[in-house]
């Protein structure tokens, strides 16, 4: 089945639509749409309805998605901050935002017609460099990491702003959408891990969180009972030996949760692991080189292909999953706008 590809141009104020040869992994342009700052995407569950964060405004557009891909506004929300993450509640009757400047998060009802609408929990600070938030499979709780290092461009020498460098732990209320702080609130990193972005097992009891200033992935076992992380495993994202500047961005798993994904800036390569089925440990396979400073990549719906944006060239390169190794072969890359800062693959139905 074809899908489209998102990516948001965050310093050409649009997000750009694709679709996908679900085949050979081509990409065909379709169109741009006007989004300030687009910097952040979710997909419903139902894969019909497209969220973009915009920085400015700042708001969360929702966008209906069409034939072929095509995008047709629904609604604006505005926020309070600039949003750094978005995140549907696995009922997808919520929006649960995090914001890196802003140091705090929110919750939104979700309209009946899927447009994002008033505040549930309008605010709740935890601390600047909140950088995403999710529930976990049973919807019950919610997880908001926090870089060790503040303003941390891989372009520039470390700025040294110290960051929290924590997880924050909350307890999920699916009736009345707000977030709890749990006991503990706290998951204290290593000096420089500075947890990002996560993902969970969907079989197991494991959460993975790339780690930005760690350069690394850390294992989590998930307690369904309390909702509480314990490291379980930390594994490097880089090559034995690589000394220079680089900070980890996001994490991915394929459908089929057999290999695991994390961007490297400044190596600028895609690190692959393979997820053991009955643990959930990972195994490094290597890494494959990309475009400059990959903040944005995703794994499409089939867990074919993966797609990876470089920020510092506007470049989006594309590859090939081998399903039994997980390693990744180049197909290509192609120019597509300034600062490529948010992707989404949504499969299209008939």
């Known amino acids: ?19 996908v040869d679900a085949d050979s992994g ?51 929300a505005s926020q309070p901050h600039a949003p750094t993450f978005l995140a549907l509640d696995r009922t997808g009757k919520f929006m649960l935002v995090a914001y890196y400047q802003g140091a705090g998060a929110a919750v939104y009802r979700v309209e009946a017609d899927g447009a994002v609408g008033t505040a549930s929990q309008d605010w709740l600070a935890t601390d600047t460099g909140a950088h995403a938030i999710a529930t976990d499979p049973s919807n019950h709780f919610a997880f908001v990491p926090h870089i060790s290092r503040v303003q941390d461009n891989v372009l520039e020498p470390p700025k040294n702003i110290p960051g929290p460098n924590v997880i924050m732990q909350f307890r999920f209320d699916a009736q ?11 998951v204290d990193q290593p000096d420089l891990t500075g947890p990002r972005h996560y993902c969970f097992h969907p079989n197991l ?32 994202t880089l090559p034995a030996g690589f000394t220079a500047r680089n900070t980890c961005s996001q994490i991915h798993l394929t459908p089929s949760a057999s290999i695991l994904y994390v961007g490297n800036r400044g190596h600028n390569s895609i690190a692959g692991f393979v997820v053991d089925p009955a643990t959930g ?66 499969p299209l139905g008939d």
């Open 205 to 236: 009891d494991i959460a993975y969180f790339s780690n930005e200033q760690g350069c690394s992935v850390t294992a989590y076992h998930l307690d369904r009972t309390t909702g509480t992380l314990t490291a379980a495993q930390t594994i490097s």
């Open 281 to 346: 440990l990972l195994t490094s396979t290597g890494h494959v080189e990309t475009e400059a400073v990959p903040s944005a990549f995703c794994v499409d719906p089939s867990g074919n292909f993966v797609f990876a944006a470089g920020t510092a060239t506007g470049r989006l390169a594309s590859y090939r999953i081998n399903g039994a190794t997980g390693a990744l072969a180049p197909l290509g890359a192609e120019a597509v706008g300034r600062r490529p800062a948010a992707l989404a693959a949504v």
């Open 26 to 76: 081509r990409l065909t342009k379709e169109s741009d749409v006007p989004v300030k700052g687009p910097s952040a995407m979710a997909v419903a569950a139902d894969c019909r309805t497209l969220y973009v964060g915009g920085r400015g405004g700042p708001a969360i557009a929702t966008f209906r998605i069409g034939a072929g891909g095509a995008l047709t506004l629904a609604g604006e």
């Open 1 to 19: 089945m074809p899908f489209a590809l998102y990516v948001g141009l965050q310093d050409d104020d649009k997000v750009a639509v694709f679709t």
């Open 176 to 186: 009345a959408g707000r977030l709890i702080p749990n006991s503990p609130l706290r």
